[in-house]
């Protein structure tokens, strides 16, 4: 005959990202070898297959804890090594989707920015902070909470250059150790001084080639310098100079001509 899951239970009836849930497959020919797993879409090699599966009667019970809020498939294998995996349904899973995304592309330090994160029926509230998420000790940089079905910090300023974690709390917020839920990071930047590699740096001469010093934060290959005239600005057409030495990370040289 013909096995297979027929149905699916989850225990809680709404799971929580990061909490521990128990799904129940029912079915025919159902053994512990089989695989359930949470994903997006039904594809194999599964993308995360953590958790416990047993057998209780003819009930395949999968005890796991799903690491990704939103519209999730359960899926189901035959056997170990998945090679093709079926949907047996769908199941939404309360919290963060993934990362967080700042409103500007590359904040800066001392400067406000906003963050937007999505998912399913977000509860709780998220903190910003330079420690470890669960860190009871941690100075939160700025708290946010549910605003239109997101998650969202309002004019986050973070005063030192760095990456910044970002924290979920689903529930019991006002302890800073439930903030133990790691959703993600935002690196802020800081471009400091500037300053030219000369004898006289007063002055440039049209023509003659001279070496500026950029410091800041994270400076590397990548880096681009670009100069426009005093009344553009910096979002104006104008050439990308790129860096002509190794940078430290801190310090990055660019030459003009």
Not at 12 to 25: D, K, L, M, T, Y
Not at 38 to 66: F, H, I, N, Q
Request: glycine letters at 12%; a negative charge; proline letters at 7%.
């Amino acid at each position: 005959g013909v096995i297979g899951p027929v149905s699916f239970a989850v225990v809680p009836e709404v799971p929580i990202r990061r909490v521990e849930a128990e799904f129940q497959v029912t079915g025919v020919g159902l053994a512990s070898t089989n695989q359930v797993f949470l994903a997006p879409m039904c594809t194999a090699p599964p993308p995360d297959r953590s958790g416990s599966t047993t057998m209780s009667g003819e009930v395949l019970r999968w005890l796991a804890v799903p690491t990704v809020g939103g519209a999730l498939l359960v899926c189901w294998c035959p056997r170990a090594p998945c090679a093709e995996a079926i949907s047996i349904g769908e199941v939404s899973v309360v919290g963060p989707a993934g990362d967080a995304a700042a409103v500007v592309a590359y904040p800066r330090v001392g400067e406000e920015f906003d963050l937007h994160l999505a998912g399913f029926q977000i509860v709780g509230e998220l903190t910003l902070q330079s420690e470890a998420c669960g860190d009871a000790g941690a100075a939160p940089l700025a708290y946010g909470g549910v605003e239109d079905g997101e998650l969202v910090v309002h004019a986050a300023v973070v005063p030192t250059p760095g990456v910044v974690n970002l924290c979920w709390c689903p529930a019991n917020c006002e302890q800073l150790q439930n903030f133990e839920d790691g959703i993600g990071a935002v690196t802020v930047w800081n471009v400091g001084d500037v300053s030219m590699v000369a004898e006289d740096s007063g002055s440039v001469l049209a023509g003659v080639s001279v070496q500026l010093e950029v410091s800041g934060f994270q400076l590397g290959a990548t880096s681009r310098l670009k100069l426009v005239s005093a009344t553009a600005v910096c979002s104006d057409d104008a050439a990308l100079l790129a860096p002509v030495a190794s940078a430290t990370g801190q310090q990055i040289g660019f030459d003009i001509l």
